[in-house]
């Protein structure tokens, strides 16, 4: 499908009233996806597991709800992304996409592959995730940022519910592309008619918005944007589910920062006897203050295959 299917029709008037939550048994998109289930319901998306009539196979389905256009404009961002990114390792796969009227309102919708958990699931089962889990997952996520690299992008929201894990093979695979950031313009090629991604010039409006408190490296705030925002976060991310505990905390944006440039985070091999020293370092890294002394996706990927587990 290419990406010109996806863009609502003209006459379709950006969504002024609630989209209803679909029930178990409700069967959307031409009667191909029978609702099972509800994963996420009740936000601005609603996720939900379903039976893919076509393949047998059971799915997971993302409708979005777009009352203004912004929320539009993320949810094309988050389409394109999907169309450019799925099929790669470290990236969640995209099965299909498209829009269904079998809702009260018209709804885009995709449908990937349904996971385990994610991330901050297995910190629920787990009273320690094992460090062999943690260390070979953090690397698929790096492989999957590299991706997100290559195609002149950066995600911009890594944070444990969007990592993905299928814990059959301790596979992880990061999702939730809305927020995603143009860093280079040769991304604009892949889907122009959407024009969604063609912001390779400018600084994002709000970056903060689109970003979540705790995981968010702090040079959003100025709107700089590279790769090496995603290793940050990414560092803040297994702090997060190797301690229970974030690096720096703060309850609104302010305080945050605040605590970003005055505190240094404790070691996690302080917090964590089970963390190798090497992980330790890894982790140190991707929490500096300065985009530059981060290491390079490259770096970062040698380190956590070097990891001794």
Not at 87 to 105: A, P, Q, V, Y
Not at 126 to 140: Q, T
Request: proline content about 6%; hydrophobic content about 40%; overall charge negative.
């Amino acid at each position: 499908m290419s990406s010109a299917e996806l863009i609502l029709p003209e006459h379709v008037d950006l969504h002024m009233q609630k989209v209803d939550d679909l029930q178990p048994g409700q069967v959307i998109a031409d009667g191909r996806y029978e609702i099972i289930d509800a994963l996420a319901p009740g936000g601005q998306h609603r996720v939900y597991k379903a039976e893919d009539k076509l393949s047998a196979g059971r799915v997971a389905i993302k409708l979005f709800d777009e009352p203004n256009e912004q929320m539009r404009l993320s949810v094309d961002r988050e389409l394109t992304a999907n169309i450019m990114l799925s099929g790669n390792r470290g990236i969640n796969e995209t099965l299909d996409m498209g829009i269904t009227t079998d809702t009260n309102l018209p709804q885009r919708y995709f449908t990937s592959k349904l996971a385990d958990t994610d991330a901050s699931g297995l910190k629920e089962e787990y009273k320690d995730i094992p460090m062999h889990i943690l260390v070979e997952g953090a690397l698929e996520v790096v492989y999957g940022i590299e991706v997100i690299k290559r195609a002149g992008l950066a995600h911009k929201d890594i944070k444990p519910r969007n990592i993905l894990v299928d814990k059959s093979n301790n596979q992880w695979s990061l999702t939730d592309f809305g927020s995603v950031e143009v860093i280079e313009a040769k991304s604009i090629k892949i889907a122009p008619e959407l024009g969604a991604l063609a912001v390779s010039d400018t600084a994002p409006t709000n970056p903060m918005l689109v970003s979540t408190i705790g995981f968010l490296a702090p040079e959003l705030v100025d709107g700089v944007i590279d790769t090496k925002t995603d290793v940050f976060s990414l560092g803040a991310t297994i702090y997060r589910l190797a301690t229970g505990e974030l690096p720096y905390k703060g309850n609104n944006l302010k305080a945050y920062i605040d605590s970003v440039n005055n505190f240094d985070p404790k070691p996690i091999n302080t917090l964590n006897e089970d963390v190798p020293e090497e992980l330790n370092d890894i982790v140190q890294g991707c929490l500096k203050l300065q985009p530059k002394e981060r290491p390079s996706i490259e770096t970062l990927a040698s380190s956590l295959e070097s990891v001794d587990i």
